[in-house]
């Protein structure tokens, strides 16, 4: 069956990095788009952009610039999301999700846990 | 960037009665491209319905959804217990791709 298995969660300290990973089964990893969103604590649901699987070209959504980058290894079907210089306002689930033919989301990472915090 | 205001924040019904949640959009929504998703506690969203009114894969025919261009509605016919859950609507008609702040459905 179709499956996206997201990295397990972590606490890192402000201005450190962090890198989550996506690793996708049971479909051709290049054939659907590949999205990020984020869900801080006790809030709903952000969409942060998404990554091209063929090509590798990301797209970022507004605030979701700068420190974040997407990226792929096409060759273990995983999608990875790294955040730098962290802020405490980072914390929050962050969930993969594939995009299957419009942009619903359909199935989701079971998310990972970043906690920001000294 | 299409806002959407879901309502009620949160709706006390018992099981088996009917729910029924509004999904609004600050400007209309493109070819009806508006998706809904359940999420428990501690798990991930689930997507429920697409397209406005196509149920998703393996979702219970007591889902159905429908509405266009600024108002959408879920509406649950008759309500499990596992039915029990925040439930969120998003667009896709236009990027940004934006959800609502999400209808909490509890148990009365």
């Known amino acids: ?118 | 960037e299409i806002v959407l205001t879901q309502s009620p924040g949160t709706l006390s019904l018992s099981p088996g009665e009917r729910a029924t949640l509004s999904c609004r959009a600050s400007q209309s929504v493109s070819s009806r491209s508006l998706a809904w998703y359940q999420q428990k506690p501690g798990q991930a969203p689930r997507l429920l319905i697409y397209g406005a009114s196509s149920r998703a894969t393996g979702i219970p025919d007591r889902f159905s959804g429908s509405g266009s261009g600024t108002d959408f509605t879920l509406t649950i016919s008759r309500l499990e217990p596992e039915d029990f859950a925040v439930y969120y609507c998003q667009q896709y008609g236009s990027s940004p791709y934006t959800f609502g702040q999400g209808t909490k459905l509890e148990i009365k």
Not at chain 1, 49 to 63: F, R, V
Not at chain 1, 82 to 103: F, G, H, M, N
Not at chain 1, 107 to 115: E, I, S
């Open chain 1, 1 to 118: 069956q179709v499956q996206l298995v997201q990295s397990g969660s972590g606490l890192t300290k402000p201005g450190a990095s962090v890198k989550v990973s996506c690793k996708a089964s049971g479909y051709t990893f290049t054939s659907y788009a590949m999205n990020w969103l984020r869900q801080a604590p006790g809030q709903g649901l952000e969409w942060m952009g998404w990554i091209n699987t063929n090509t590798g070209n990301p797209t970022y959504a507004q605030g979701f610039t700068g420190r974040f980058v997407f990226s792929l290894d096409t060759s273990v079907s995983t999608a990875y999301l790294q955040i730098s210089s962290l802020k405490t306002e980072d914390t929050a689930v962050y969930y993969c999700a594939r995009a299957p033919r419009a942009w619903w989301f359909d199935p989701w990472g079971q998310g990972t846990l970043v906690t920001v915090s000294s």
